[in-house]
């Protein structure tokens, strides 16, 4: 039970900020907020957006590093959290990333955009996407793990030079 707890922790650690009303109020017209649901769409955002498995997965690696021997029930207890959360917020995922598309892109730009991922180019890079993107999560985890191990042996040293009488 208390691996449970120290999940739930973790996951309270982990969390993303909740939606910002700020998003709501801002007045973006209908029409380039369609244009950021298409370009969210051709670029295949919107997949990833709404990737409960790829979350479920990065979210069970993270718990299983920091609650070792937390038990398979709790495991599938949270895997069916993240997809019924995610199945529940896509539609507001979707609008609130098309906000923020619409307020950093122009009419133009975005035009740009959904032309070019209509093209065999934009094309490939979509379905390409995923496995850059895990490609590069991974080279950022190994330099994470690089520098805290470097940091570890920092910590451990000065400890030891600390306990040591001069």
Partial sequence: MKHV??????FAFLA??????????EAIPAARLAQAKELIQVS????????ADAMSDMMIEQ???????????????LKK??????????PQMLEDASRIYARHFSEAEMNDMIA??????GKRLVAETPALMRECAQMSA??????VQ??????????SKEKSPQ
């Fill in 142 to 147: 190994d330099l994470s793990t690089r520098i």
């Fill in 63 to 77: 718990v299983q590093k920091n609650v070792p021997g937390i038990d398979s029930e709790a495991i599938e207890t």
């Fill in 81 to 90: 959290i993240v997809h019924e959360e995610y199945a529940k917020s896509a």
């Fill in 16 to 25: 993303v900020p909740a939606f910002s009303p700020a998003l709501a109020e």
């Fill in 150 to 159: 470097r940091f570890i042996v920092y910590a451990q040293e000065r400890a």
């Fill in 5 to 10: 707890f120290a999940a739930a922790a973790l």
């Fill in 44 to 51: 295949g955002a919107e997949a990833l957006l709404g990737s």
């Fill in 116 to 121: 070019f991922y209509k093209t065999a180019t």
